[in-house]
């Protein structure tokens, strides 16, 4: 959609808030959408906040279990706090 590219434009520029809330907009046209569901875990994954984007990931997977992005970007949570316990 171009929802998401016009979020993927912020997010590649690291206009985090910004890009969440045009994925947000998104989805309250396409709810459905795993697609941007995805984007805006990432985003959150970016902006720091990881319970909102585990909650994200772990939607996607109730919907597409096998899905590589939702479980890589839980894999980077899991090693976020991991540094975090560490430090």
């Known amino acids: ?26 989805l309250a046209l396409y709810p459905a959408s795993l697609s941007l ?3 805006l875990a ?3 994954l970016a902006y720091g906040n990881l319970s909102v984007s585990e909650e994200l990931f772990k939607e996607i997977l109730t ?6 992005e939702a479980l890589t970007g839980l894999g980077r949570i899991a090693e ?3 540094q975090q316990k560490q430090a």
Do not use: M, P
């Open 1 to 26: 959609t171009n929802y998401a590219a016009f979020g993927n434009f912020f997010a590649k520029n690291q206009q985090y808030s910004q890009a969440i809330d045009i994925y947000l907009d998104g």
């Open 37 to 39: 569901r995805t984007h």
């Open 42 to 44: 990432y985003a959150y």
């Open 63 to 68: 919907e597409d279990r096998w899905n590589v």
């Open 80 to 82: 976020k706090l991991g």
